[in-house]
């Protein structure tokens, strides 16, 4: 009995030091928007050398979803923002997608999430909107129907634009304009035990707040702090500080057990001249001492002593997104394999806790 105890106890105190091969809680996002990438199997390869548990596809290509067969990397795959119309009116198109894309490869394939949807209620299209919800809920009833309802989830993605007030962090609230549309997808996503995705930023924080200050917050390095004047607590990061104002803003529509997900975030290596922030130092800083964050299992501060699934952006850089130049400077890896910088995401050195 007492050796049984003692076991049990080791085991509850080891689950609390993660090792490189059981940190779920970080994964990356792998965009394609490029035409340099290495093939699928490179990249499994490349994957399987690191901590990183869990990959976001913003499509669901069969080559990526095949190539991770048998590796435990847990697979999100995406919808498409055009699909959410057929999705929404015909059950059967969300019952062909869920054929095409997911049972060709499921249970090799850790497929764990599927997004419908990227950023929809900021797309200005109250038509699309409106189907996002029955698009989501048809995906849902597809996945039951072949016993996969559970298994894998089904959710969408937000920007951070989605809040209409996030500071103080205790004070956040949802934009009026989206709370009408939010409210069944939040029921939707509590009643399927389904995570709340958003993309918090603080690269574009800094760039609306150029402080040296505001960049010591962004970034996780020694700085003043800040105190949320309802409750007190003093916030030392930027995300720690977004994550909590969704935190909050689940909380007053009645919905704070739902599971946060931080589907992107990242920072620029480089940028145009008037991109502030944009470099590699401080890309260094913000993935490294992020993750360093996540892997000490703190929380937030109104979500203490659990690590927010993290997906960061991004695992290569896409040398054909449009935009400024730092629209194509997010990756961690080269399209050769190599680091653009160590932020210690080799299983080798997972297990340091460096500050940049």
Known sequence: MALSISISLLLI???????????????????????????????AKLLQST?????????????IIKALAGTGVGIVIGAANGDVPSFAS????????????????YPASKIILITVG??????????????????????????????????????????????????PPSTGSFAPGYQTGLKGILQFLSDTGSPFAINPYPFFAYQSDPRPETLSFCLFQPNAGRVDSKTGI???NMFDAQVDAVHS???????????????????????DANEVGASVDNAKAYNGNLIAHLR????????????VDTYL??????????????????????????????????KSSSSSQVRY
């Open 234 to 236: 003093k916030y030392t």
């Open 249 to 271: 803003a689940l909380k007053s529509m009645g919905f704070e057990k739902v599971e946060i997900v931080v589907a992107e975030t990242g920072w620029a290596s480089r940028g």
């Open 13 to 43: 105190f080891l689950s609390h030091f993660p090792s490189s091969h059981a940190e779920p809680f970080i994964g990356v996002n792998y965009g394609q928007v490029a035409d340099n990438l290495p093939p699928p199997s490179e990249t």
């Open 118 to 167: 990227n950023e929809i209620l900021m797309s200005n299209d109250p038509n699309l909107v409106n189907q996002l919800l029955p698009a989501m809920q048809n995906v849902q009833k597809a996945l039951e129907a072949v016993s996969l309802g559970g298994k894998i989830k089904v959710s969408t993605v937000h920007s951070m634009t989605v809040l209409g007030s996030s500071d």
């Open 313 to 346: 952006f991004a695992l290569y850089d896409e040398n054909l997104k449009p935009g400024p130049s730092s629209e194509r400077a997010f990756g961690l890896f080269k399209t050769d394999l190599s680091m653009v910088y160590d932020v210690g995401l080799a």
């Open 51 to 63: 901590s990183i548990q869990k990959v976001r596809l913003y499509g669901a290509d069969p080559a």
């Open 90 to 105: 015909d059950p059967n198109a969300a019952t062909q997608w869920i054929n095409s894309n997911v049972l060709p490869f």
């Open 296 to 307: 000490s299992m703190v929380g937030t501060p109104l979500m203490p002593g659990k690590p």
